[in-house]
């Protein structure tokens, strides 16, 4: 075998791992962010942050309406962050995006999650159950450490 089939040998294996990985990463993402397409916006935004959805459209290959209209979900979650392109010429400047960090990202899921919890641990007594039902003082709790929310405030 030449070194050169070794190498691109080497090379279809290590492109297939990465698929591989980027297929978990999307699927895990789709169910913290709920669908796919906001899964691969976010993953694409965390590869090439600053980019418009002409850009992003162009890089997952999904639809330019349907990337914008998740942009604005994912903006007003404040999943990603918005702001107007810089340019030197007249015209319009189109947003760009990036997302946020995924410590942070997995600081907002946490709480979603602990809620949910908390109302299967309470489910007895919120369905008027037996009195040794678990109490109501939320008994699950989840910290995550790194987090910027955690950095800013320790006693969280």
Excluded: C
Aim: glycine share 8%.
């Amino acid at each position: 075998m030449s070194d050169s089939e070794d190498s691109d040998g080497s090379r279809n294996t290590r492109d297939r791992a990465k698929a591989g990985f980027d297929d978990r990463v999307v699927n895990i993402l789709s169910w913290v962010l709920d669908t796919e397409t906001r899964a691969k916006i976010y993953v694409y935004l965390r590869q090439h942050p600053n980019s418009t959805s002409e850009e992003i459209a162009e890089g997952t290959g999904l639809y330019p309406s349907t990337v914008r209209e998740a942009l604005a979900e994912l903006n007003e979650e404040d999943t990603v962050e918005r702001r107007k392109r810089e340019s030197g010429g007249a015209g319009n400047n189109p947003y760009e995006y990036t997302a946020i960090a995924p410590s942070d990202l997995v600081g907002g899921v946490v709480g979603r999650v602990q809620d949910e919890l908390n109302t299967v641990f309470n489910l007895d007594t919120y369905l008027g159950g037996n009195g040794d039902a678990a109490d109501e003082n939320e008994p699950v709790h989840i910290e995550v450490e790194g987090t910027n929310t955690e950095q800013e405030n320790p006693n969280r």
